[in-house]
């Protein structure tokens, strides 16, 4: 079985600066996939990132990158430049090997302040 | 435009009363399903379906129903067995391809009086 923690419930960062977002997992898949998502207020998810587990580099999409440090088991976000926008909740989650469910951890609400 | 769609956005019920929400995709995806929302809670699995005419449990199904008669479709029934049902009810869809990221519908906000 798949687990995710998240363990910051709040987070506030300065407008234009940078902040990272913890996640840590726990599987036994060999192979398995982890993911950033977004839920602003409207609620709805919104994909941000994508790491698979046998990805040699780290992923970045824009303003967004995924630490990924497969041994300790973490996969945090990092946004660059904050945004006003980005005031939202996050989630990571995870798929283990074959197509089974995304396990989702109980995110972190990010407040950007001007 | 393709994409899932969920209705009704806002649902009230008066306790006892069996609800069903609808989910739609134009995806072409195999992959169904239905998360629970609560706060502080993250996202919690209800059922999923991989094909259509199957599906299994996930985690927290007991007081839900699903079918998945059609490709396209796979509504949720709330039933008067589910003790909280007050809950943000989101349904995604997911096909085989190289990450298996899920796509999600608007979400419907369920509130039993």
């Known amino acids: 079985a798949q687990k995710i923690t998240q363990t910051q419930p709040g987070m506030f960062v300065q407008e234009k600066e940078a902040v990272t977002l913890d996640c840590t997992y726990d599987t036994s898949d060999p192979s398995y996939g982890l993911f950033w998502y977004k839920q602003p207020s409207s609620g709805e998810m919104i994909f941000l990132i994508y790491?698979?587990?046998?990805?040699?580099q780290n992923a970045t999409e824009g303003r967004y990158s995924l630490n990924f440090q497969k041994a300790r088991k973490s996969a945090n976000l990092v946004i660059s430049a904050s945004q006003l926008g980005d005031s939202a909740m996050y989630f990571c989650?995870?798929?283990?090997?074959?197509?089974?469910?995304?396990?989702f951890g109980k995110g972190t609400r990010l407040s950007v302040i001007a | 435009d393709g994409g899932i769609t969920q209705s009704p956005k806002y649902l009230f019920r008066k306790e006892g009363q069996n609800v069903t929400l609808s989910c739609e995709q134009n995806l072409n995806h195999d992959a169904m399903y239905w998360y629970r929302q609560d706060p502080g809670q993250g996202l919690r699995l209800i059922y999923y379906s991989q094909i259509v005419n199957d599906f299994q449990k996930g985690d927290i199904a007991e007081g839900y129903s699903v079918s998945r008669e059609k490709k396209e479709s796979f509504p949720l029934t709330v039933t008067s067995a589910q003790k909280n049902p007050t809950a943000f009810y989101l349904c995604?869809?997911?096909?085989?391809?190289?990450?298996?990221?899920?796509?999600f519908g608007e979400g419907s906000r369920l509130t039993v009086l």
């Open positions: 995604a869809s997911s096909d085989r391809g190289d990450t298996g990221e899920l796509f």
């Open positions: 790491q698979g587990s046998y990805d040699q």
């Open positions: 989650a995870m798929r283990g090997s074959g197509n089974t469910p995304l396990v």
